[in-house]
């Protein structure tokens, strides 16, 4: 099976430095930050459809712009690529998120993934009116998960939960095609969550031999409710014509880091709930390892980003070859959708899209993706707003 890769859309500013946050940990950057705007965010947009990218991703949070409302802006600047919206559950109504994700389709011709955040970080989400404990957050994206997947099938829902309740729930339109949930957590809680929901089930950059035990874990417990997923993992890239030119960029944006940026990044990173979060700090033991390849933690894979950004904390660093090679590795683990991004964001979509996919491409890895048939998937573009069936969940 060709692998799929998706870029990034930095919705909280980009620079030629590393721009920290996320996970609780206001951004910031060593250099000067390209704002957020939707010219900005449409050239990475343009450049990541041009390179052959199937999708991008869009994260959320307090630290980022809003990832529905930017996204729908740039539905009108591409032709093609995908949007991979990340939103928290307990947020909204399972009913109005299911709506929202149908005209996000009818609009965009099927142009809508959906990542599915639960919440690692409980001072994050209260600033949100949400007091829920971790544990009980991933109980009620479950509930809400139940009512949304089966709005998207056409049923009429009832459901009284502990967490989520609805009565008479219903879509006057399904969306086509049915979005596919991609879903992230490492924690106990999160993983039966995503063995009954997830399509496809992300990991952060961890070495291989870490990935392959994770990937084990959760395909054993979608095997118990007969389910089989897919997976993907969460990296940044360095890459250039040479090893030596990768790791001399990874320098620079090591150099760009002062002790006293990253001793506050790790303070605040270290009361996170997150259990991913927990294994990225584990692989610099949480800023105690500084040195360029002190920071390489398997072949290729650089802990550095991890110093001064919350989440996705790892990079493959070296040339397009050694960077394809790597990914070759992780399709070996059932790796199938990569989601990738890099500092800055526009020029790293080129360097990766133009040096390591035409190499993939030679080695029947990749193959870029085709404008024919209007759709995504060659769905067609439009669904008739008509009554959905009378069928009902309970709880």
């Not at 959320?60 to 600047?77: I, M, N, Q, S, Y």
């Not at 032709?79 to 939103?87: G, S, T």
């Not at 392959?212 to 095997?223: F, M, S, V, Y």
Request: with cysteine; net charge negative; glycine share 14%.
């Amino acid at each position: 099976m060709p692998l799929t890769f998706h870029w990034f859309l930095p919705t909280y500013g980009d620079s030629r430095h590393i721009v920290g946050g996320g996970h609780g940990v206001a951004t910031g950057s060593a250099g000067g930050v390209r704002p957020a705007t939707l010219g900005y965010l449409g050239q990475v947009a343009a450049a990541a459809e041009q390179l052959g990218f199937a999708g991008a991703l869009t994260p959320t949070g307090a630290w980022c712009e809003d990832a529905w409302l930017t996204t729908a802006f740039l539905v009108e600047r591409t032709e093609r690529l995908k949007f991979l919206v990340a939103f928290r559950p307990g947020l909204i109504s399972p009913t109005l998120a299911a709506q929202m994700a149908a005209t996000y389709q009818w609009h965009s011709g099927g142009r809508l993934l959906l990542n599915v955040v639960t919440g690692g970080e409980s001072h994050e989400q209260r600033a949100y009116g949400d007091f829920l404990a971790k544990d009980d957050r991933y109980a009620r994206t479950e509930e809400f998960l139940r009512v949304v997947t089966a709005l998207w099938r056409g049923e009429t829902v009832d459901l009284v939960g502990r967490h989520i309740s609805v009565e008479g729930a219903r879509l006057g339109r399904v969306p086509a095609p049915t979005p596919p949930i991609y879903f992230g957590g490492s924690s106990a809680a999160a993983g039966p969550v995503a063995a009954r929901h997830a399509d496809v089930y992300l990991t952060w950059g961890e070495p291989p031999d870490q990935v392959a035990a994770k990937l084990d874990w959760i395909q054993r417990l979608a095997r118990e409710h007969g389910r089989t997923l897919r997976y993907g993992i969460r990296l940044h890239v360095i890459t250039r014509d040479t090893s030596e030119q990768a790791w001399a960029e990874a320098q620079r944006l090591l150099d760009g880091l002062d002790a006293e940026t990253i001793e506050r990044v790790q303070q605040g990173l270290a009361r996170s709930e997150s259990e991913g979060q927990r294994r990225m700090l584990a692989l610099h033991g949480g800023g105690t390892r500084t040195g360029l390849r002190d920071l390489e933690v398997a072949p290729n894979l650089w802990a550095g980003i991890g110093l001064v950004r919350g989440g996705a904390g790892t990079a493959l660093v070296g040339s397009h070859r050694e960077v394809a090679d790597r990914i070759a590795e992780y399709a070996t683990l059932g790796i199938t959708e990569f989601v990738l991004s890099g500092y800055p964001h526009l020029e790293e979509a080129y360097w990766f899209g133009e040096g390591v996919l035409p190499i993939l491409a030679e080695r029947g890895l990749w193959q870029a993706p085709s404008l024919a048939g209007g759709g995504a998937d060659g769905a067609a573009l439009a669904v008739p707003f008509a009554p959905t069936s009378p069928g009902k969940v309970s709880p």
